[in-house]
Structures are given as C-alpha cells and as structure tokens.
C-alpha cells in the first residue's frame, strides 16, 4: 500500500493499481486521478471537498464510490454519497474502511460544529479529518494535522503523543506560511518520536510505502 500527499488536506492511497481519494478539497489542483474506487470525505468544510473536483474524479471513474458522514450527504446533494458514522466498517476491495468519530475540532462557540470522520484505510493508515478522535486501536501511520484555524500545536502535539503512531507525516498544511510549517512540523516530529516512531514530512505528490 503506498500513500500520497497532495495539496492541503488531500491523500491518495494505492494498492494494486486501486485508489482510493480523502478529502479532495478546493486546494488541491484539478485531479486526474485514475482507477479510483472510492473516495471518503471526511466533513463537508471546502478545503475537504468541492464539486470540481469531485466531479474531475467521477469522469475518470464513474463507478467509484463516495463515502462521508450525513454532513457531507446534505451538502453535495448533487452526488450518490453514502452515509457512514462512527463504527462502521466498509469493505471496497481492495480497501477496508472503518470510520471513527462523529464531530469536527471547535473552531470558536460562534461556529457551528459540523459532522466529521476519521477513516482507517486496511488497518494502517489513520486520518482524523479535522478532528482529534482517537481510534480504539493501534494507529501504525498517522497523518497528523499541522496546521487549521481550529489547531493549537500544543494540542497536535498531545494528540500525537496519545496516538503513538509508528510513524506518521503532517497534513492539512495550506493554512501556515513555509516558516510556520516548519516550525510546527517539527514539533510533531518530536511527538512522534517519543514513543519510538518514525517521522516523515511529505512534500505535496511524495509518498510513502506502507
């Protein structure tokens, strides 16, 4: 299984040719992917998901399939979304799905709090969305978020901490200047590493083999 970073919030996650898109969101460059079967949005915020780009990826795959909590189903009305929550596992060959957690981070008490889930692709990769929830099982790679309106690195780094992935790489990093990324980034890094994990920081369309 390989992992790719793209822009912001983006990942792509390969297995046999397959693939599978997280939150293809407004910052990511018009996609080609192709051979998708299926994609999971993790919330309905703009920088997980847009028309454009989910639209991009259903011309090259008509027949994927889109996954995200009833958030994500009322607002992209226009597609076939079907609903997942916390618990539920989905079986897309080659991918097993599980989902965790049920609300976004608190941006401020003036912003309403919108559904959100994290994903568990076949066991090894964990990606929170904009949330801190912590699956109830071990956590082999995480993709960490560095960098959000509703971010405080203390508590990235907490929740780094809590995970102990084995390794993990940042994500959701379209929000700081180069300077800012830097230094949070490697705040993570010493997270990760104190538990005896690996840390690698992915550069937009750079991958790591799981």
């Known amino acids: 299984m390989k992992v790719t970073k793209y822009e912001h919030a983006t990942l792509v996650i390969t297995v046999n040719d397959r693939q599978l898109v997280v939150d293809p969101g407004v910052f990511l460059t018009p996609p080609s992917f192709v051979n998708t079967v299926a994609v999971v949005i993790t919330h309905e915020h703009a920088d997980h998901w847009n028309d454009n780009n989910l639209r991009a990826i259903l011309e090259k795959a008509p027949d994927a399939k889109i996954y995200g909590p009833s958030g994500v189903a009322a607002a992209a009305s226009g597609f076939e979304i079907t609903t997942v929550q916390d618990g ?3 079986e897309i060959a080659p991918f097993t799905l599980e989902f965790f957690g049920s609300d976004h981070a608190i941006i401020h008490e003036s912003i309403p709090v919108v559904d959100n889930v994290g994903v ?13 929830t912590v699956p109830s099982k071990p956590v082999s790679t995480l993709a960490a978020p560095v960098g959000a309106p509703w971010l405080k690195i203390g508590e990235a780094i907490d929740y780094v901490l809590e995970v102990k992935p084995q390794r993990a790489f940042y994500i959701h990093d379209m929000t700081l200047s180069a300077a800012g990324k830097g230094m949070a980034s490697d705040r993570l890094q010493w997270a990760t590493e104190q538990n005896g994990g690996e840390y690698r920081p992915l550069e937009v369309g750079e991958s790591l083999d799981l």
């Open 88 to 90: 539920d596992v989905i």
């Open 120 to 132: 568990m692709v076949n066991g090894e990769l964990y990606y929170g969305g904009d949330s801190y």
